[in-house]
């Protein structure tokens, strides 16, 4: 990659990927699908950020499951392309789904506790994770209203 910033930038969401448990090559994918104006085939990918195909090819299916990231097959080839979808959203309302199990696992455990530092430990994380939801649920509500991608 030969533009520093360009490279800083897909580090940086390698970084940051990675730190929400998803391979670090999985984020430098992402990250490259952002700043690429056109779709991008899994060669393009691989030697640009000197991954293997294989390494690409594991990334775009974790992106494509996400919903971050979308495979464009080409009529009479196997050659594939990948760009990125608009939005995050998707990411958001996954992360959202794993906090709804949490918390009705959460709940479940209230059940176990009779009233004490426990329970109130219990129900704060609860509430906690409640809002993180809520909250969430808003931001996408809004940004939807205002006119952001739908279902990215």
């Known amino acids: 990659m ?8 897909v580090l940086s969401v390698g970084d ?3 730190s929400w448990n998803l391979p670090h090559a999985t984020g430098r994918v992402y990250g490259l699908l952002l700043v690429s104006e056109e779709p991008v085939s ?3 990918i691989a030697a640009e950020l000197e991954l293997s195909k294989g390494a690409v090819s594991t990334a775009v299916r ?3 499951s996400w ?3 979308r495979v464009i097959p080409q009529p009479g080839s196997r050659r594939l392309l990948i760009e990125a979808v ?6 958001l309302e996954a992360s959202h789904a794993r906090a709804r199990t949490l918390i009705a696992a959460l709940r479940e455990g209230e ?4 009233s004490g530092p426990a329970r109130e430990r219990l129900h704060d994380v609860i509430g906690l994770f409640d809002g993180y939801v809520e909250v969430g649920d808003r931001l ?4 939807r209203r205002r006119g952001g991608p739908a279902g990215s």
């Open 140 to 143: 996408l509500a809004a940004h």
């Open 111 to 114: 059940s176990l506790l009779r």
């Open 67 to 69: 919903g971050l990231a």
């Open 62 to 64: 974790q992106l494509d």
């Open 2 to 9: 030969s533009d520093p910033r360009r490279r800083a930038f």
């Open 86 to 91: 608009a939005g995050i959203e998707s990411l």
């Open 16 to 18: 940051l990927l990675a």
């Open 42 to 44: 899994l060669d393009a």
